[in-house]
């Protein structure tokens, strides 16, 4: 179905759209298929809800409210990802770069920024009106570009964009009842909600797949880490300064700052080690893949987080133990290197020692947890270990291939 209209896929690669276009599939093998100036917009943008997420997180998480903190990172980061996700693997097969394409994704923009609004008050008051009327607006409009999608398409690929706006619509109106049931009754109907979300994609999928871009996805991907990751290093940044202007404690805070930025360039480090489209074959392959990401995204953007847990530890404004506040930082590090390496790194590595690397550097990196103030540093220098280690490793496979090939 791709081939037969690749000759109507825009590269979206010009400045003024044209009015309006007919939404058909792009090709697959598409060369030079790279994310727009509208996929970067959007991905910073929806940064700011994540940011929004991680403050109120880390506010939590200092005065000693684990469990309410935790659950509500958790609810919001799946709102930010989820739109996200749904909007990339759908403009890697779709994007038509017309003016309704355009108009529709800053609907999409505008939703997320009232989820953002909504965000502090989801944690201090469980109001969930503006969080979820900012979802609904970003799901429904891109129920609009399936029906578009649709009208494009024919045969088993049309009914699958129609399961996609179906399943989608259904969602959003499970998500408006919500709000009319009782406080009490949300811990039990948001979960189904969640899953019900997560399974509308397989299910429009089952018989047929959309004609997304293995690299154009492993792109998208890669840049919205390496935002994500910007915003914890801008986070932690932003406490450091913070406390020093108000305590002037810079030796205590010098150990934390060292260790978060090693922390943080080793994250760069071990995402980009290795290119991932090649394993992106299928869809079985890229749906495990995606919804891995979750744990990548929201690991990531954690790390900030506990950072800023860390500093305020440091300056004795936290209401936790230092142990406890160092665990804000080497769990979710643990968590990221694991699946960072499950989803990706693993499939490119050869030999026992280099597949241990990350396995073995998240369980040092939690060992450091019990160093207390010194952990994250600690932690920051495991991290930084694992990276020089894997360098040599490497090293070593490419002289043993040119050995071989000589």
């Known amino acids: 179905m791709a081939s037969d209209h690749a000759a109507e896929a825009p590269r979206a690669q010009h400045v003024d759209p044209p009015p309006v276009r007919r939404m058909v599939p792009r090709d697959r093998a598409e ?95 469980q109001d969930l009106t503006l969080g979820i009327t900012g979802y609904v607006v970003m799901r429904l409009a891109m129920v609009t570009q399936w029906l578009r999608a649709a009208s494009g398409e024919q045969g088993e690929a049309r009914r699958v ?138 690991s990531a953007a954690a790390i900030g987080t506990g950072l800023e847990v860390a500093v305020e530890s440091a300056v004795h404004k936290a209401e936790i133990s230092e142990t406890a506040a160092t665990a804000t930082v080497t769990v979710p590090t643990a968590v990221y290197l694991v699946t960072v390496w499950y989803l990706h790194s693993r499939h490119t590595k050869r030999g026992p020692v280099a597949q241990s690397i990350a396995p073995l550097g998240a369980a040092l990196v939690l060992a450091c947890t019990a160093l207390g103030g010194s952990g994250v540093l600690a932690a920051g220098l495991v991290c930084a270990l694992m990276v020089a280690v894997g360098v040599l490793v490497h090293s070593r496979e490419g002289r043993e291939d040119r050995r071989a090939q000589v």
Do not use: K
């Not at 880390?58 to 409210?65: P, R, W």
């Not at 749904?86 to 003016?99: E, I, K, R």
């Open 31 to 125: 060369p030079h298929r790279v994310a727009t100036p509208l996929e970067l917009f959007f991905d910073l943008c929806f940064v700011v809800a994540v940011g929004q997420a991680g403050r109120e997180l880390a506010h939590s998480l200092a005065a000693g409210h684990y469990g309410e903190g935790l659950r509500g990172y958790t609810m919001v980061f799946f709102a930010i990802w989820w739109a996200w996700m749904n909007f990339t693997w759908f403009a890697s097969a779709y994007d038509c770069d017309d003016v309704p394409y355009r108009v529709t994704t800053l609907v999409q923009i505008a939703g997320v920024l009232i989820l953002a609004a909504g965000v502090p008050r989801m944690f201090e008051t």
């Open 161 to 298: 964009a129609l399961r996609y706006a179906a399943g989608i619509t259904l969602c959003q109106l499970g998500w408006v009842v919500v709000l009319l049931l009782p406080d009490a009754a949300r811990p039990v109907v948001i979960p189904i909600g969640v899953l019900c979300e997560l399974a509308v994609p397989v299910v429009a999928e089952l018989r047929a797949q959309t004609t997304w871009h293995p690299h154009h996805i492993a792109e998208r991907y890669g840049l919205f880490t390496l935002i994500v990751l910007g915003e914890t290093v801008a986070a932690a940044t932003v406490a450091v300064q913070s406390a020093v202007d108000e305590h002037e404690g810079l030796g205590r805070l010098v150990p934390v700052a060292v260790g978060g930025l090693l922390i943080c360039f080793a994250a760069w480090w071990i995402y980009f080690a290795r290119p991932v489209h090649d394993h992106l074959r299928s869809n079985r392959q890229a749906f495990a893949w995606g919804y891995g990401h979750y744990l990548v995204f929201g």
